[in-house]
């Protein structure tokens, strides 16, 4: 048996499995990929006891520092700690190159698409994206038509869902052009990391993440309306939150903290003339840049949802008329719709003239007749997932599906089509994560974080999601997923 | 800053302020019971029941169990210590961005701390540890406040909340103890009475300082002026009145609103307590002097609220 092979069975890594999926540490089993090589001997040389100690320090301190996400419908204990894995995931430099400009690629080309559907509509008349699709979106907003937003930018901040299949390339399974969430995990996990592994740190060669807050900053600041002859010369920059109940409230008190903005919840801003206020101790002050996390659908009473009390009553109007910018742009939901994403590929295309760098998953549009027949017949293989939902609601996983949740995914789909789409299972790359006190492999995905302002800034990395019950392929904090913090290696 | 901010400070530091002020008159409370007859302890139930304005049991009947979760761990009663500890927590959450990360982990391990304890009859033998754990916590909190945040207008919001709270708890707490005053109350008290007096002046952590001041030797006369009138001593209510006014007058040039109606309903009610004498007090009424004293506080709290916090937008707009 040759040495590498026996190293397996040493602990931590004494039960850890193979399958099917992209091993992110092991090239086979028992021979660590070169990038993996320095983490491995560092577990294999370390008591498992120490690691267990720095698993518990790291959890009291994410309790005792708050970090913690909601989980929706349940009244006990709804603030849980999102859990923490402490083994590092590694990215080569290289990959990451081609991560970064694949996902620059794809904001330049969506923000074209979202600003031609909202003006001329060229990509219809072309016939490349139906324009049925386009209209019926739920998050499609008739409001936008003819509006134009700061610089033509319309996802200001971006959160795409990458995974790894089996051949060891990355594909893209979905773009959160909303609101997207989870970068202070990234923040606090990589806090964490560096106190737990400082030497193997440094010895890496980790590219740093720190700087996220002041890019954002940055990028928030290029929409402001002030022009240089503007009697006031920094623009107000605030967070709307939608409060201290939102699921995300963690995150926008940690982000707002970083970057010295107010957070802001919809009651203390007020419209007046279309323009927007907030209100403070020292009497109303005027604000120019909201970074909103706020869905559309709340962000403005007399314009959206009525009963939305999250919101300002006159917002739009004001955001209308120019003098506040809004990050993210009213509307973007329609770019990021599930049954959209499969015509992506062919946006990039038709707007840039390059081929995707980064591959999409296959996607089965049921609006479709032979598709969606291929998916009725195969839904204990593929995977379902409403358009217009995210966090892992609304899905079928189909082999982990019992018969009644099929058929009730079926009523569903027949009777509305195209509010569902359906992907193969993918099997996406698992890494080991250290659990009851030895390393086993989970599944995991990587959410880069892409800022789009005077120009792209991704730092480098992004959130791994991990899902952390065995088996399980759902990574969102919401159904048991966790996270780790992501090292992408300097050149 | 926000006024909703503003708002969230100021009743952090009342709840916390509520929290502890609690937790020292139940613990204090408890000591005392030790060294009296049953009967004499009975009408302190309703005493401390009032000084802390809580529920009064609904069948009427005193029983030492039951009166103590409802002050401690009774989530449904609004003013019992996991209540405000929770609701002082819950404010903070809400502008955490505004203070350390120091703060909030002090007042976030506070808070878990306080929702860990069950109630039982063997936490109750011992529950001196959890009152003196609250009452420590507070004080770790306000120390990591004055050391880990500036001194601005948020600072100065905490300042605040915390001082009308105190002036406002002081003030009612002595006068569940005026009526009960002898009828020379210039003379030292003894046994049954020396406890109460001495109660009340540890339920302000006064004890100690009374001492150096006037000796051993308990007159309620002495009392009362000590923990109305002393200009030195934090627990007294000129003190906190004093740091009231300061906190407003800070506010009122940070937000350059000068000589509005807070700084001026704070400064009368400062001067009233600075010039007043304990005889003439005693003589013109000390249950209408503390009375007015809780009636001018309680104004200048609904100036500042209408002041910074809730202000018409109509008037605002037209600045």
């Known amino acids: 048996m040759p040495e590498s092979v026996r190293t397996l069975f040493r602990p931590p890594f ?22 993996y090589q320095a983490l491995f001997q560092t577990l294999l040389e370390l008591p498992p006891e120490e690691m267990r100690k720095s698993q518990q320090a790291a959890d009291l301190s994410f309790l005792h520092q708050g970090i913690t996400f909601t989980v929706y419908g349940n009244d006990e204990g709804t603030e849980r700690v999102f859990p923490n894995d402490l083994l590092p995931r590694i990215i080569p430099h290289q990959e990451w190159r081609k991560i970064e400009s694949g996902l620059t690629q794809r904001i330049a080309a969506l923000n074209l698409f979202l600003e031609d559907v909202y003006h001329g509509g060229r990509i219809l008349a072309d016939g490349i994206v139906p324009r049925e699709l386009v209209y019926s979106c739920r998050h499609f907003r008739r409001e936008m038509r003819n509006l134009t937003v700061p610089r033509g930018i319309y996802v200001s901040v971006c959160g795409t869902d990458l995974v790894r299949i089996p051949d060891g390339s990355f594909a893209v399974l979905e773009d959160n052009l909303r609101v997207p969430s989870g970068v ?31 890019a954002l900053l940055a990028t928030l600041r290029a929409l402001s309306p002030l022009t240089s002859s503007s009697s006031r010369h920094e623009p107000t920059v605030v967070l709307l939150t939608p409060g201290v109940f939102n699921s995300a409230y963690f995150e926008h008190t940690f982000l707002a903290q970083q970057m010295g903005i107010e957070l802001v919840e919809g009651r203390d801003l007020l419209v007046h003339d279309n323009l927007v206020y907030m209100r403070t101790t020292a009497g109303l002050k005027r604000v120019d840049v909201i970074y909103r996390r706020v869905d559309d659908d709340f ?129 996406l790359s698992r890494a080991p994560c250290f659990l009851d006190g030895e390393a086993q492999a989970r599944h995991v995905d990587l959410r880069p974080y892409i800022l789009y302002g005077e120009n792209v800034t991704l730092v480098p990395g992004g959130l791994t999601r991990v899902a952390l019950r065995r088996g399980s392929l759902v990574v969102n904090s919401s159904q048991g997923g966790g996270s780790k913090d992501t090292w992408v290696l300097r050149a | 800053m926000l006024s909703r901010v503003a708002d969230s400070l100021y009743w952090m530091s009342r709840y916390l302020e509520r929290a502890e002020h609690t937790a020292r008159l139940i613990d204090v409370d408890f000591q005392l019971r030790l060294d009296q007859s049953p009967e004499a302890g009975s009408g302190r139930w309703w005493r401390l029941l009032e000084a802390l304005q809580a529920p009064h049991p609904e069948d ?260």
């Open chain 2, 60 to 319: 009427g009947k005193i029983d030492a169990t039951t009166l103590t979760h409802i002050l401690t761990l009774d989530k449904t009663n609004s003013s019992s210590i996991i209540s405000c500890v929770t609701a002082a927590r819950e404010n903070l959450r809400q502008v955490r961005e505004q203070c350390s990360s120091e703060m909030w982990e002090q007042l976030n391990r506070l808070y878990l701390q306080v929702n860990s304890t069950v109630s039982s009859e063997a936490w109750l033998l011992h529950s001196h540890v959890f009152f003196r754990a609250v009452q420590e916590g507070a004080h770790l909190f306000q120390g990591v406040t004055d050391s880990t945040m500036s001194h601005g207008e948020g600072w100065q919001y905490i300042q605040l909340g915390r001082y009308v709270e105190r002036t406002d708890a002081l003030a009612r707490l002595i006068g569940t103890h005026l009526s009960r005053l002898p009828y020379s109350p210039d003379q030292a008290v003894e046994s049954e009475e020396y406890l109460e007096w001495v109660g009340l002046l540890k339920s302000c952590t006064a004890f100690e300082a009374y001492c150096k001041k006037y000796t051993a030797e308990v007159r309620p006369l002495r009392v009362a002026e000590f923990l109305l009138l002393n200009p030195e001593f934090p627990h007294s209510v000129r003190f906190s009145v004093d740091m009231v006014h300061a906190a407003l007058r800070a506010i009122a040039e940070l937000t350059e609103r000068k000589a509005e109606q807070p700084v001026r309903l704070a400064g009368r009610l400062r001067a009233t307590l600075s010039f007043s004498q304990i005889d003439e007090v005693m003589a013109s009424g000390a249950n209408a002097y503390v009375e007015s004293v809780r009636q001018q506080c309680g104004q200048a709290h609904t100036a500042i609220h209408q002041i910074y916090f809730d202000y018409p937008v109509e008037e605002a707009l037209s600045h």
């Open chain 1, 299 to 427: 962000l403005d009473p007399l314009c959206f949802r009525r009963d939305s009390s999250l919101g300002v009553p006159g917002l739009f109007n004001a955001y209308r008329a120019g003098n506040v910018a809004l990050a993210n742009a009213v509307g973007t939901g329609v770019a990021d719709d599930k049954a959209l994403y499969a015509y992506v590929p062919a946006i990039i295309r038709y707007y840039l003239g390059e081929d995707p760098i980064l591959a999409n998953v296959q996607t089965y549009l049921l609006t479709d007749r032979s598709q969606r027949s291929y998916v009725l017949e195969h839904l204990d293989e593929l995977v379902v997932k409403a358009v217009g939902e995210s966090g892992g609601y609304g899905m079928l996983i189909g082999p982990h599906s019992t018969a009644e949740q099929r058929e009730e995914f079926r009523q569903r789909i027949l009777a509305e089509p195209r509010n569902y789409i359906a992907q193969p299972t993918l099997s």
């Open chain 1, 184 to 214: 202070s995990y990234m923040l606090a996990n990589r806090k964490v990391l560096k106190k737990v592994f400082p030497t193997l740190f440094r010895d890496y060669g980790v590219c740093p993440v720190d700087h996220y807050a002041q």
């Open chain 1, 14 to 35: 004494r039960n850890y499995q193979f399958d099917s999926a992209y091993d992110e540490m092991f090239e086979a089993p028992g021979l660590p990929r070169p990038h």
